[in-house]
């Protein structure tokens, strides 16, 4: 497959400099965690020696070793069990500026050649969860509409940023279009790559890592996205990637459906990226096809578990298409959030309340609410419980009435906050072109206007 080419990497000093002060307050644990500290005060000495390292890694196509060293932070499970680390790869922030500048100008080449899949929605621009979703709920919606049972199945690649392998990742690199100066720093920045673990007050000496895209790294997640590009094109059933994660969909075809299973298998084998058989999942949605499928591994064939319930992207699904469970969850996570914030601060005032509602409780009751949103009333009534609760919590405000705390915090019922977001969505896909996947142009020439009269779309039956 040949493309166009990208083969030079853009030097600009301006826009890198104004990179570099929108990340003043990063902080990272590398060596150069001043540069976050002064970025936004840099002298002209300081901002020559900077450039240097810029220039000098960009005409020579060369990435320092030293800062290729990982220390992988303390993991969250069992210290003891190598599995429990991973090799997380917190990369000095000029050189963070230099993949922000090379991811830029990798995405308008793939953009202006139209090369990612149409089915990604991870780390790119107007793609995100919600997107994600949102497509797949529509086909079940539309299945079930038409009396169709919708078989899914949801597929988890095991650790695939840890182990996607550089020479194939290479490979597609320069058949997409990435090709000299670029792909020789990329060669570079991939190469050469060590990581240790933190044990105590010391650190061992560090141990080659020779396959993987460096986590916490801003090219990182976008060669894998590149990487798995070509996997959409042998699959036939309705298909959404959100970075590694993949399921597939199909309301008319089981067999279909196990053909492309079986594809993804062999395409995992053929580029070392293998499905870890064990996690993958199969749910029937609007009721119960009765189909079964499998896995035919290199020596056995294994079942995939069938679910009732089922997280995805952060999201719990029923096979009854509800999400009624979510709400309830969400709901309960609030108020132990809330009983671990009243144990923690016995005094909160109006400032104090806003930092701690905004960062710990409200994420928990407004994420994905375009697509988790039921109408139920108990669901309603479980999250704005959450708020009630929470605001009877600033001092003095306890036995004022619901809707008089809310005016002196200059808050709205959570019911508004859904309307808004519903509204911002909706403008979002009409300004993206995301709009035509979800509504039906109607062609009605018969009104009479002028060329700038808004379209009419057909928003099936409400």
Known sequence: MGHGGCNNFPLDQESLFSDLVMFAEERTETACTWFGKSASNLERQIRG????????????KFVYTGLKVGVDPSPAGDRHSPASYRPISLTSIPYKIMERLLK???LKHFSSDNLFSSIHHGFLPDRSCITNMLIFMDSLTEAKDNRHISDAIFFDFAKAFDRVPHGPLLHKLEAYGIQGGVLRWIISFLGNRASRVKTGLGLPSP??????VPQGSVLGPLFLLIYINDLPELI????????????????????ALQIDLDRIKCWSEDWSLPLNDSKSAHMSLGGDSGSLFVIHGAQDVVGITKVDLKKDLGIWLSSGLSFSYHRQLA???GLMTLGMIKRTFPRIDKHAFHTLYRVYIR?????ANQVVYTGLKKDI?????????????????????YESRLEILELYPLEFRRLRGDLILTHFQFSTGLVQQFFTL?????????????????????
């Open 104 to 106: 830029r100008t990798i």
């Open 381 to 401: 009534l479980a999250i704005e419980r959450v708020q009630r609760v929470a605001t009877k919590m600033v001092t003095g405000l306890r036995h004022l009435s």
């Open 236 to 255: 036939s059933s309705n298909a959404l990637l959100y970075a590694d994660d993949l399921k597939i969909e199909n309301a008319c075809d089981p067999n």
């Open 207 to 212: 141990s080659p890592v020779s396959v993987g």
């Open 442 to 462: 109607v062609r009605d020439n018969s009104r009479r206007g002028h060329d700038m009269k808004h379209l009419s779309f057909d928003l099936g039956p409400f």
């Open 49 to 60: 020696t900077v450039w240097s390292v810029w220039y000098n890694s960009i005409s020579q």
């Open 331 to 333: 709901a309960k996570r």
């Open 363 to 367: 994420p928990l009751l407004e994420y």
